[in-house]
């Protein structure tokens, strides 16, 4: 029978104990990782746990800290979690908005539609405040000041927004009353002081290198083509969004996914120009492989347009044409660009929203049920909803609009703050990339 802990010592008895079961927990946390390679979370809410319960209770509990938190090393080495985190290499610090090891003359001037989006101005606002800590940029928040400064009043902000303002390091510029959600597109003629048209104004006036927006899509594309124009040799921009593949690391770009219904064959080998060179500059891929969305692999399937877009694809020898992509394939990770007409392209990416949720039902529904299966569903929640998300498009911030004459992100309408920060960092990388540059190059080839 043990003896009962010595108030004197408290670290005689329970530390024993400790020794005694430290293999034992080291292998079941082992074996648990091993048959579940998703859950990470669980190592890291638990060395957190094991965290403060040795700052209140000393050294009783010391032994058993190290023990998990050595534990939820050696696992997450092993491991590597099962989610495409856009943000994973930018989530570094907390505090407020102003980071030393961000050189200001680095910070490249981005403009934000503030009122554009399902959650402004306040989360688009959180939104760029927390890109301003992590992104070496400058923020020209446009909007209606009044709303945005009760909107950064009620959110607790108004502090971080003094302080980049201070810093010079976020612009309020003033706007008339924005283009709603339910508008035309073409309502941008007759609300010319509309945050979105004063926000492209000021990329078409070299005061921003580029713009992003979570508001109406239509409006922003009506805006850039009025306001920018188009790119020489481009017929109609595309919007090209980002899926995920088998591979976190590793995006697909697919175009169009909503701006040209009705395309002709002339327009899906632009399509396949402009996102040669997106992936090539943004996604950093030496040479990107093009696909066209198709019902067969052989080049003899498919309807009268990816007929004919395939024989122009084959003839490009300005990118490499991997061939026809069918629907199975758009996520395996062996295509870098799948091109498309704008109708197929956006049924895509809403099948694609809402496979995240429509699994995670399935999932939930065929976990085992009474104490085993609580159990199981404890630890696998968190790792199911980030599973979710990462299927989930609208977790992947934004939308580059390809083929006018700037560079323009759009944003989905229920961007949040973790958005915001992603698509920014896609508009930095964009106008940091030297992508203009590139696309000034294909307009001397164009044909």
């Given at each position: 029978?043990?003896?009962?802990?010595?108030?004197?010592?408290?670290?005689?008895?329970?530390?024993?104990?400790?020794?005694?079961?430290?293999?034992?927990?080291?292998?079941?946390?082992?074996?648990?990782?091993?048959?579940?390679?998703?859950?990470?979370?669980?190592?890291?809410?638990?060395?957190?746990?094991?965290?403060?319960?040795?700052?209140?209770?000393?050294?009783?509990?010391?032994?058993?800290?190290?023990?998990?938190?050595?534990?939820?090393?050696?696992?997450?080495?092993?491991?590597?979690?099962?989610?495409?985190?856009?943000?994973?290499?930018?989530?570094?610090?907390?505090?407020?908005?102003?980071?030393?090891?961000?050189?200001?003359?680095?910070?490249?001037?981005?403009?934000?539609?503030?009122?554009?989006?399902?959650?402004?101005?306040?989360?688009?606002?959180?939104?760029?405040?927390?890109?301003?800590?992590?992104?070496?940029?400058?923020?020209?928040?446009?909007?209606?000041?009044?709303?945005?400064?009760?909107?950064?009043?009620?959110?607790?902000?108004?502090?971080?927004?003094?302080?980049?303002?201070?810093?010079?390091?976020?612009?309020?510029?003033?706007?008339?009353?924005?283009?709603?959600?339910?508008?035309?597109?073409?309502?941008?003629?007759?609300?010319?002081?509309?945050?979105?048209n004063v926000a492209m104004n000021l990329v078409k006036e070299g005061e921003a290198l580029a713009v992003y927006s979570a508001g109406n899509s239509g409006a922003l594309m009506a805006s850039a083509i009025f306001r920018l124009g188009r790119l020489v040799g481009i017929d109609r921009p595309a919007i090209g969004a980002l899926f995920p593949t088998k591979d976190p690391g590793q995006p697909v770009l697919v175009l169009d996914v909503g701006a040209n219904m009705d395309c002709k064959p002339s327009y899906l080998h632009q399509f396949a120009l402009l996102g040669n060179i997106y992936s090539r500059d943004v996604l950093q891929i030496t040479e990107p492989r093009i696909g066209l969305l198709n019902i067969g692999e052989e080049s003899c399937k498919g309807n009268e347009l990816s007929l004919r877009t395939y024989e122009l694809l084959a003839e490009e020898d300005r990118f490499k044409f991997a061939g026809n992509c069918e629907g199975r394939d758009v996520l395996s990770g062996e295509f870098d660009v799948v091109v498309c007409d704008g109708f197929t392209g956006n049924v895509l990416l809403k099948f694609l929203e809402s496979v995240g949720s429509v699994l995670l039902d399935v999932l939930r529904a065929e976990l085992p049920r009474g104490r085993r299966g609580k159990v199981g569903s404890a630890f696998l929640r968190s790792n199911l909803k980030r599973i979710k998300k990462r299927l989930d498009h609208a977790e992947h911030g934004g939308a580059l609009l390809l083929g006018v004459n700037g560079i323009c992100v759009i944003g989905h309408g229920s961007s949040k703050a973790l958005s915001v920060v992603s698509a920014l960092r896609l508009a930095h990388s964009a106008a940091s990339h030297g992508v203009m540059d590139d696309l000034a190059q294909l307009e001397n080839t164009a044909a």
């Open positions: 029978m043990p003896l009962p802990p010595n108030e004197n010592h408290p670290s005689s008895a329970y530390g024993s104990r400790s020794k005694a079961n430290r293999p034992r927990a080291i292998r079941r946390l082992v074996i648990w990782y091993r048959r579940n390679a998703a859950v990470t979370s669980l190592v890291d809410t638990a060395t957190n746990s094991a965290s403060a319960a040795g700052n209140v209770a000393g050294s009783v509990v010391s032994s058993a800290g190290s023990v998990v938190s050595s534990a939820g090393y050696m696992a997450g080495s092993m491991l590597q979690p099962l989610v495409f985190d856009p943000l994973r290499r930018l989530q570094g610090g907390e505090g407020g908005v102003l980071d030393t090891s961000i050189e200001d003359s680095d910070r490249l001037w981005i403009a934000v539609d503030g009122m554009g989006g399902d959650h402004a101005p306040g989360l688009i606002l959180d939104g760029c405040l927390q890109a301003l800590q992590r992104l070496p940029i400058r923020i020209k928040f446009v909007g209606e000041l009044e709303k945005v400064i009760k909107a950064a009043k009620e959110m607790g902000l108004e502090e971080l927004l003094t302080e980049a303002r201070d810093a010079g390091y976020l612009e309020l510029v003033a706007s008339g009353p924005s283009v709603g959600m339910d508008e035309e597109a073409t309502v941008v003629r007759k609300k010319r002081d509309a945050s979105i």
